[in-house]
């Protein structure tokens, strides 16, 4: 089945010490979302790629990057995790951006930060 | 942003019918109306979509008010496996913007 993984699904660091987490998808999507949810919240869009083309939302904080090698592959580094960037991540696809297009979403990545 | 209100938690009971409010007053012409569930540890999962009429799918129904400043998901027979939390979203310029949700808790 076409779909969104998300590895690994859980994710233990230390306090500053940078981390990455990785998406894939096969469903061959020009678009590819990264979203932080936080206990008891809902998920926060973070950046999203559209094809090459990076977006980075205005209160996404620089600690936060993000790289597409290929259309297959995105991932996410924190490159100083504080004990506040502990949340699940949340990866998602969509075929293009546009108002009626629906995002197919990945089972996540639990980080904590020790 | 366009905004989005809904309860945050309703309860149902198995094989009944359930009603999900949400209103978006603030709603423009373009925007579609989303709506996606997250199951307990997984990430949301789309459920229905539409923009001015009322909408059906294998999942639920959506009820779109005339003026569009409010709608309604219907599960038409809750299951234990729909407990989950219910997102309204309103997408506009394709951006989605997730607001609190309402956790629906389904009894036997």
């Known amino acids: 089945d076409a779909m969104v993984i998300q590895n690994p699904r859980y994710q233990v660091t230390q306090f500053g010490k940078p981390v990455t987490l990785s998406c894939s998808q096969t469903l061959n999507h020009n678009v590819m979302y990264w979203y932080q949810q936080k206990s008891s919240q809902a998920p926060k869009l973070l950046f999203h790629?559209?094809?090459?083309?990076?977006?980075n939302e205005a209160d996404t904080p620089d600690n936060f990057q993000s790289r597409r090698p290929n259309t297959s592959f995105c991932f996410l580094d924190i490159r100083s995790p504080g004990l506040g960037d502990a949340a699940m991540y949340l990866c998602?696809?969509?075929?293009?951006?546009?108002?009626?297009?629906?995002?197919?979403f990945g089972p996540g990545t639990r980080l904590t930060v020790l | 942003d366009a905004k989005t209100t809904q309860p945050n938690s309703m309860e149902s009971n198995e094989e009944e019918p359930v009603h999900l409010p949400c209103n978006h007053s603030?709603?423009?012409?373009?925007?579609?109306i989303h709506w996606y569930r997250q199951l307990p540890s997984q990430g949301p999962e789309y459920v229905i979509h539409g923009l001015t009429s009322n909408v059906n799918n294998r999942m639920a129904s959506l009820a779109i008010a005339e003026d569009r400043k409010s709608s309604t998901l219907i599960l038409h027979r809750a299951t234990l496996r729909d407990a989950a939390v219910y997102y309204c979203?309103?997408?506009?310029?394709?951006?989605?913007?997730f607001g609190a949700g309402t956790r629906l808790t389904v009894k036997p």
């Open positions: 603030t709603i423009s012409g373009t925007d579609y």
């Open positions: 790629y559209y094809d090459k083309d990076f977006n």
């Open positions: 979203i309103l997408i506009r310029l394709g951006d989605m913007r």
């Open positions: 998602a696809t969509s075929s293009t951006s546009g108002v009626s297009v629906t995002q197919y």
